[in-house]
């Protein structure tokens, strides 16, 4: 998919207040500082299009993008940021769960996982969560370009290997990098296959 437009639409954290669900939406998730709004940016080939920061809890808001006029890419706040206090953990937790239980355009979940990592028990619980909800995800491992591919695939392969003890399947896998721009055509070409549909 060519991406010609991408435009701010919105920020929210009432649920009731986003845009007219008229639209096929896709939604990026997954815990703080993992490069939600890195990856939205080199998607979209617009550097600053979505907030980023070193500092983790930079994404607070439901952020509406419309690209194409045709679809809506959403940047969600991070999970699991050790920082914030349990009361905003569980107003995050309240609110972003309704967002993704109640909006009906919703077509599918990116479920950013960092690829140095060996399984973390937050994101699989998270995408244990999804399964249990019936909400359609898959999954993206991200900044690749941090270290050497063989790395990168064997966290991959044990990340696998934990959510098939809860999953006869697992979604489908991409392995990306934001600053390489590696992984973001298989993942327009993923989300123009369901629109198509
Ligand atoms: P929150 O909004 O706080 O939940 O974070 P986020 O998941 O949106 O992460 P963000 O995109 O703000 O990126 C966090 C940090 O990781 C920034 O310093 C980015 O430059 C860096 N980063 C993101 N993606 C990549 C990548 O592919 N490679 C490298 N090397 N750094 C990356
Ligand atoms: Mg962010």
Known sequence: MFVKT??????????????????????????????????INAMVNKKGLAKTSQKPGKT???????????WYLVDLPGYGFAQTSKKNRAEWERFIRRYL????NLQCIFVLIDSRLEPQKIDLEF??????QGLPFLLVFTKADKQSGVKSDQNIAKFRKALLAWFEDVPSIFLTS???????????????EINKN
Request: charged share 25%; glycine share 6%; aromatic share 8%.
């Open 6 to 39: 991408a435009e701010f639409i919105a920020s929210n954290t009432d649920v009731r207040k986003l845009p007219e669900p008229s639209l096929p939406e896709y939604a990026f998730i997954g815990r703080s500082n993992v490069g939600k709004s890195s990856l």
């Open 60 to 70: 607070q808001l439901i952020n509406h993008f419309i690209i194409n006029k045709d």
């Open 101 to 104: 239980t109640q909006r009906e």
């Open 127 to 132: 995408c244990c969560w999804l399964g249990e």
């Open 178 to 192: 934001a600053e390489k721009k590696q992984g973001m055509e298989e993942i327009l070409a993923t989300i123009d």
